[in-house]
């Protein structure tokens, strides 16, 4: 046989596990209120996010936000999986983190704060107050408002993070487009 007993029971135990949440999700998720709302938040980003948009810088942009989600998407799935918080209600069934927030309220936030703040000490400065927003007011919000489970974690673990990934982000960005720019002069 292919897989030892232990990978088969882990294999089996998420089939139960999707099952469970598939099922979860159509009972308890699909077309209810917190379903309606995480739709319409995951929508209303989109479109600010399109309406705000530099559309000369969109690439620029559209990598800032792509990287963002990745990393948010990652970042989410890696405490869920750790039992570090639980998200009781999403858009989707089999896709377990916050995808309004991981796919689109952060992604547009952090790339709207990279394409309005030109220098890195604005930058840094709105970095801090949206950190600080999200830590103590947005994350308690989400909690009491049953979107957000909290497990094995408190709300100003995620300070540094969010901090460390915006300052990552953009500098990846910068490095990614500086690259090009040269790589272009070259070719000149």
Known sequence: MFFDTGIATAVELQKLLTYL???????????HFRWFFLLGVFAFSALVWW?????????????????TAIITLVLDEMGEELTLWEYPADIIAIFPPLSAVDLASLPMIYSLIYQYCKTWKT??????????????ILEPLLVWSDFYLILKWKYYYGFPI???????????????????????????
Not at 162 to 186: C, P
């Open 162 to 188: 969010y901090i460390t990934m915006a300052i990552f982000i953009r500098w990846m960005v910068l490095k990614i487009y500086a690259i090009a720019r040269k790589s272009k002069e070259k070719q000149v």
């Open 21 to 31: 949440r598939i099922n979860e999700w159509l009972q308890d998720d699909l077309f």
């Open 123 to 136: 930058f840094l400065w709105a970095t801090l107050l949206m950190a600080t927003i999200f830590c103590f």
């Open 51 to 67: 309406k705000l948009v530099d559309k000369s810088r969109l690439p620029e942009i559209t990598l800032h936000a792509g990287l």
